[in-house]
């Protein structure tokens, strides 16, 4: 019995994937949807006030009437914003709950309900964009995918951005194991369950895990969620082989100046001639 139960909180392999669907499941989307529209929340997407920003800095980044892709569109914060200006948007989530919402919303911007690693992209775009940390939550190979794809998506002078954490947002990270009880159920499932949760650290502390067992009426279900540290050089090396070049580097995706002091890195990417 309890080896069974040391086993549910053991520390994962580096990059093991869990297998439950988390953005696209049916109560946890539900959840998801509400952090996402909280506007005075840093939860699911930024607090209003910040997109807001964000969206009048990419507007002056993006060339007037281009075409925009955004990776991870969620409930469409940022596509409705940006297609309300010059631009011709699409927007690709693998949340169906998101999409749903993000097209009651908007009819102008095209949202599509697929995995961004799964599309095949033709160069159409003039951006693409990959907003609030999602780059660092792909495993290693998955990165490579996904500078791959949008390499293709992009027409030559076409502009990659995207934001990740940095080493100043791993400093306070810290291996640790908790549980919480949810008689009348929460955030992971509507039925009463046992929330078994650890963190652990990985490559001298730049690589996180946040581990979830769920213990339900129905049995266990296991979360995996991945975040990477980056610096501006691991940055700069990963997306280099693919033929980006780095234009701009900033403290966060509202423009701010490079401090390297910030719990964030925003860079802009330009895809050379070919
Ligand atoms: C942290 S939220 C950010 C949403 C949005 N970019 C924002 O800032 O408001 C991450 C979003 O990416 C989506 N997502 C994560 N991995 C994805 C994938 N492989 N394909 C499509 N969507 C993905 C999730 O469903 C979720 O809506």
């Not at 996402?36 to 930024?46: I, T």
């Not at 102008?108 to 780059?135: P, S």
């Not at 581990?211 to 700069?236: F, P, R, S």
Request: aromatic share 14%; charged share 25%; proline share 4%.
């Amino acid at each position: 019995m309890m080896d069974k139960w040391f086993h549910l909180l053991q520390k994962p392999a580096l990059w093991q994937r869990s297998h439950e669907p988390f953005w696209d499941d049916e109560h946890i989307s539900k959840g998801m949807l509400e952090a996402h529209l909280n506007p005075d929340w840093d939860a699911a997407s930024r607090k209003q006030s910040y997109i807001n920003r964000s969206v009048k800095w990419l507007s002056g980044v993006i060339p007037a009437n281009g075409k925009i892709l955004d990776l991870g569109c969620g409930p469409g914060l940022y596509t409705k914003r940006l297609s309300g200006m010059w631009y011709d948007v699409t927007g690709v989530d693998f949340s169906k709950r998101s999409i749903a919402y993000a097209k009651s919303q908007d009819a102008k911007t095209e949202y599509i309900y697929k995995n961004y690693l799964d599309i095949e992209y033709t160069a159409m775009y003039n951006a693409v964009t990959l907003i609030y940390g999602d780059y660092a939550a792909l495993t290693p190979d998955e990165r490579k995918t996904l500078v791959e794809k949008v390499h293709k998506a992009l027409k030559p002078g076409g502009l990659f951005i995207l934001d990740v954490f940095t080493v100043k947002q791993f400093e306070n990270k810290k291996s640790s194991t908790s549980w919480a009880l949810c008689s009348n159920g929460g955030f992971w499932s509507a039925e009463p369950h046992i929330c078994l949760e650890a963190t652990y650290l990985y490559e001298n502390n730049t690589v996180a895990v946040n581990k979830y067992v769920i213990v339900g009426k129905d049995g266990l279900k296991e979360y995996l969620i991945w975040d990477t540290a980056y610096t501006v050089q691991k940055l700069t090396e990963e997306v280099s082989p693919f033929g980006f070049t780095v234009n701009g580097v900033f403290d966060d995706v509202c423009g701010s100046p490079y401090t390297g002091e910030a719990d964030t890195l925003c860079f802009i990417m330009e895809k050379g001639a070919e």
